[in-house]
T-cell receptor, first 110, second 116 residues
Framework: GDSVTQMEGPVTLSEEAFLTINCTYTATGYPSLFWYVQYPGEGLQLLLKATKADDKGSNKGFEATYRKETTSFHLEKGSVQVSDSAVYFCALRGNTPLVFGKGTRLSVIA | KAGVTQTPRYLIKTRGQQVTLSCSPISGHRSVSWYQQTPGQGLQFLFEYFSETQRNKGNFPGRFSGRQFSNSRSEMNVSTLELGDSALYLC???????????????FGPGTRLTVL
């Protein structure tokens, strides 16, 4: 079945550091890909999405490119802030309901 | 526009009891999906309702059930609670449901259920 694998956390970075969170997927067909973010005590918020190969999703300085050849959708940000501290989930939707990765906890220290 | 609301936010029950959680979707959204979030299993899909009909169901025992009303509000019920049912239960709504590619789901804050 469809699945998502993302890098284990936690990830701890200093403010203004570069962020990469790796995400790879297994799916039949052409799934849509998503990154969600969960702040403490809250539900999930959609951060960005891409619906076809080579699409780049971007929002709030975060970017991810849908790479069908490597089945990847890595999340990047050039300069993280303390306010980016949260748990990040990679997800896909193909012929099934949303399938999530395990989540990566990011802590940014000043 | 108001977001997805879930009630109650916190709940404590004992083993063997049953519980009902409620979700009010964003106005105009006809699809409601439910997820269970635990530290061990992560986010797992429970079921999806669209226009009062269950369209998809995840791999959970029959103790977990749900329904959707004509105003799109949804409830999920867990009977004969077990310790392992302790989790954050998240509800998400969308306009057209999970069959539409790229269709965004908007999540509520969740109900934190603790089973003692």
């Amino acid at each position: 079945g469809d699945s998502v694998t993302q890098m284990e956390g936690p990830v701890t970075l200093s403010e203004e550091a570069f962020l990469t969170i790796n995400c790879t997927y297994t799916a039949t067909g052409y799934p849509s890909l998503f990154w969600y973010v969960q702040y403490p005590g809250e539900g999930l918020q959609l951060l960005l999405k891409a619906t076809k190969a080579d699409d780049k999703g971007s929002n709030k300085g975060f970017e991810a490119t849908y790479r069908k050849e490597t089945t990847s959708f890595h999340l990047e940000k050039g300069s993280v802030q303390v306010s980016d501290s949260a748990v990040y989930f990679c997800a896909l939707r193909g012929n099934t309901p949303l399938v999530f990765g395990k989540g990566t906890r990011l802590s940014v220290i000043a | 526009k108001a977001g997805v609301t879930q009630t109650p936010r916190y709940l404590i029950k004992t083993r063997g009891q049953q519980v009902t959680l409620s979700c009010s979707p964003i106005s105009g959204h006809r699809s409601v999906s439910w997820y269970q979030q635990t530290p061990g299993q992560g986010l797992q899909f429970l079921f999806e309702y669209f226009s009062e009909t269950q369209r998809n169901k995840g791999n959970f025992p029959g103790r977990f059930s749900g329904r959707q009303f004509s105003n799109s509000r949804s409830e999920m019920n867990v009977s004969t609670l077990e310790l392992g049912d302790s989790a954050l239960y998240l509800c998400a709504s969308s306009l057209s449901g999970q069959r539409v590619g790229g269709n965004e789901q908007f999540f509520g804050p969740g109900t934190r259920l603790t089973v003692l």
